[in-house]
């Protein structure tokens, strides 16, 4: 599940890249956002898309990234909780490969304390890239996991558009209930392996209802496709 504030960024990054100005009023579920701009106040539904296709049961690349994340969060506490200087930690590998009190251990003992300073070590089959922060950043958990980072970078096709806007429209009465008018921006995050999709072509989509369907390819471009 998207976290509001990923939402909150991603609508702000197609607005800007579309050239329009949203001002966006968190509302409770169903649709993310009501937007207001100068003319009118609408309705505004985000969904992410993901290069694996998505099984019927979700992306398997993103949860894989979202027990990453789980993960990192788990190794984050149990480190500053033993008192562990403050880092930035950088894993490459299978971290689910390795425990956590044995990682936590290494990586209070190889933490380097000097601001900046940088130390690499190995832990099984994981990589481990610690660098030391300063002290009044003492509880830094902008950990990553960098095969989550990284991948081929796929074409984006109207197929894959399209399963996302299908799935929406089921609930797009309950949308048109709450505004009259609704717009879908879907929404690929570069960032993440599970997003590295591009659209080097036009793309367009059956639009079951929708004002307008948008396809935002974050950070880089948005366009609309429906």
């Keep these: 599940m998207v976290s509001k504030v990923s939402e909150r960024i991603y609508a702000e990054s197609a607005a800007r890249l579309l050239g329009v100005n949203w001002h966006l009023v968190e ?9 207001q701009t100068d003319q009118e106040t609408f309705g505004l539904e985000v969904r992410q898309v993901f290069a694996d296709g998505e099984a019927t ?27 562990g200087p403050p880092l930035s930690v950088k894993f490459l590998g ?19 304390t000097a601001p900046f300073a940088h130390h690499t070590f190995s832990i099984g089959v994981v ?3 610690v660098t030391a922060v300063p002290k009044e950043l003492s509880d830094y958990r902008h950990w990553q996991c960098v095969d989550d ?17 299908d799935r929406k429209s089921t609930s797009l009465p ?15 995050d570069r960032t993440m392996n599970s997003g ?18 948008y396809f935002l390819s974050h950070p880089e471009s948005a366009a609309r496709v429906g």
């Excluded at 048109?176 to 879907?186: A, C, P, Q, T, Y």
Aim: one cysteine or more; a positive charge; aromatic letters at 8%.
């Design 27 to 35: 509302i409770p579920e169903p649709l993310d956002f009501q937007v």
């Design 57 to 83: 049961f979700g992306s398997p690349i993103k949860r894989a990234e979202a027990e990453n994340q789980k993960r990192l969060r788990s190794v984050a506490a149990q480190y500053y909780s033993q008192g």
């Design 94 to 112: 299978d971290l689910t490969s390795i425990e956590i009190g044995p990682l936590v251990e290494r990586m209070r003992c190889e933490a380097p």
């Design 127 to 129: 990589k481990v890239f």
């Design 149 to 165: 980072r990284v991948g081929w970078v796929r074409e984006a096709t109207n197929e894959h558009l399209q399963r996302a806007v």
């Design 174 to 188: 309950l949308y048109l209930e709450k505004f009259s008018v609704v717009d879908l921006l879907l929404v690929a």
């Design 196 to 213: 590295r999709m591009r659209s080097t072509s036009a793309l367009s989509v059956r639009n079951p209802g929708f004002r307008a369907v």
